[in-house]
């Protein structure tokens, strides 16, 4: 009842930090749910969706075996940079210019960033909240107390106890909101951030190895031996 009183009782100002606080924790629940969905397995199934690619004869078998181990598209983009890349690559371009693996390179680099943009959505959201939704119930709690300590200056009979906990604990309870928005998105913050980066780690270690099979590093031809140098008398 004393979150309903303080809610009756507040103005215009305490009731919009009332309601900002409950769309960042909407927005909070709705993003940690959103986000466990779309990790879930982590690197362990990115691990097993890179053995099966590599178990294939070829890219374009590897690339249908990904299709349907990897619906959330976090290893499919880049073993299809791959296999795009020839028809991709125009001759007398800047994109043919340079090493014969550079081209390889942007494509893998690209698909990676776009991979990894996927993989942190919704951090920032998260860190947001969790770092602002404090602030936001203290704020609610400080206006509450001017607001109860105005009106209890009004009255007659002077301060008293009973007349200022009232109030005063009413208008605590917006710190308790905001701590109880921050804190399940901290969590879900540093969680999520854990099983990105093992993912990212993964994600960076299969493009590594593209690169090398479908891309070597040119040999270099070995030096002549040095021819000795005549002796004279």
């Known amino acids: 009842m004393g979150a309903l009183s303080l809610l009756d009782q507040a103005d215009a100002v305490g009731r919009g930090v009332a309601l900002l606080l409950l769309l960042m924790s909407v927005a909070s629940w709705v993003t940690l749910l959103w986000k466990a969905w779309a990790l879930r397995g982590g690197a362990g199934r990115l691990a097993r969706a890179v053995a099966l690619f590599w178990q294939a004869p070829d890219v374009g078998e590897g690339v249908a075996r990904l299709a349907g181990l990897d619906p959330r598209r976090h290893v499919l983009p ?39 943009r996927q993989l942190q959505a919704g951090q920032i959201l998260l860190a947001t909240i969790g770092a602002t939704a404090p602030f936001v119930g203290l704020l609610g709690t400080v206006w509450g107390i001017h607001g109860a300590l105005v009106s209890i200056a009004g009255q007659a009979g002077g301060f008293t ?22 804190l399940p998105a901290v969590a879900a913050y540093n969680v999520f951030g854990r099983i990105i980066g093992h993912m990212e780690a993964e994600l960076e270690g299969f493009a590594h190895d593209l690169l090398a099979v479908f891309a070597p590093e040119p040999a270099t031809a070995p030096l002549p031996p040095a021819r000795p140098m005549p002796v004279t008398a």
């Open 78 to 116: 880049l073993a299809q940079a791959v296999q795009s890349l020839p028809a991709r690559t125009q001759p007398d371009t800047l994109q043919a210019l340079g090493q014969p693996q550079a081209p390889l390179t942007r494509a893998l680099r690209d698909a990676l960033q776009a991979v990894l």
């Open 161 to 182: 106890i009973d007349k200022v906990a009232g109030p005063v604990g009413e208008a605590l309870i917006m710190t308790a909101f905001g701590l109880a928005v921050a």
